[in-house]
């Protein structure tokens, strides 16, 4: 019995010992730590959206979309009642801009995309997204149209891009 005893208080110590050197580790770096300062003005369907704080936009000069070359441009912010998510795909090729729109505002949801190619993606509304660089950052500007005719308009401008996280297997 001295013996078991003996192990359950030398095993609880090592726990003890092992939890508080975890706690006391700084924590991992989280996505926030990828932030950089934005500036949204958005309408989305006759309604602002208008945010300027710390958000996320990222690039990726050699990406893919549906087995497409493209560099890729994305955006988004997300607070507890709303959320803009953009991403641009400029072809290669030069076969012009691709852009997904994602705006939830005033408790209604507007979505519109230009990604189709030969291997994949479907159209939802129309649209163009231009963007001017700036420095380290730029400027997305945005006219699109839901399908269901809603208008998206607008501009979002990022201070600086990180390096985009490769995602999917295309």
Not at 63 to 79: H, M, N
Not at 87 to 114: C, E, H, I, N, P
Not at 132 to 152: D, E, H, I, M, Q
Request: proline share 4%; glycine share 14%.
């Amino acid at each position: 019995m001295k013996f078991s005893s003996a192990v359950s208080l030398g095993v609880c110590g090592v726990l003890l010992f092992v939890s508080v050197a975890a706690a006391q580790r700084p924590a991992p770096s989280t996505p926030a730590d990828d932030t950089v300062a934005v500036t949204i003005a958005l309408q989305a369907g006759g309604g602002p959206f208008r945010f300027t704080g710390q958000a996320t936009c990222t690039h990726e000069p050699r990406g893919y979309i549906y087995s497409v070359p493209a560099q890729l441009w994305s955006v988004a912010q997300t607070d507890a009642t709303r959320r803009v998510s953009l991403t641009l795909w400029r072809q290669a090729d030069g076969a012009g801009d691709m852009f997904t729109l994602y705006v939830r505002s005033g408790g209604k949801t507007y979505k519109t995309s230009t990604v189709k190619t030969k291997d994949g993606g479907s159209q939802e509304g129309s649209g163009e997204v231009t963007f001017a660089k700036a420095g380290a950052g730029g400027t997305f500007t945005v006219n699109a149209t839901t399908a269901s005719g809603a208008k998206v308009s607008g501009t979002i401008k990022c201070e600086g891009f990180r390096a985009a996280v490769a995602e999917g297997g295309h």
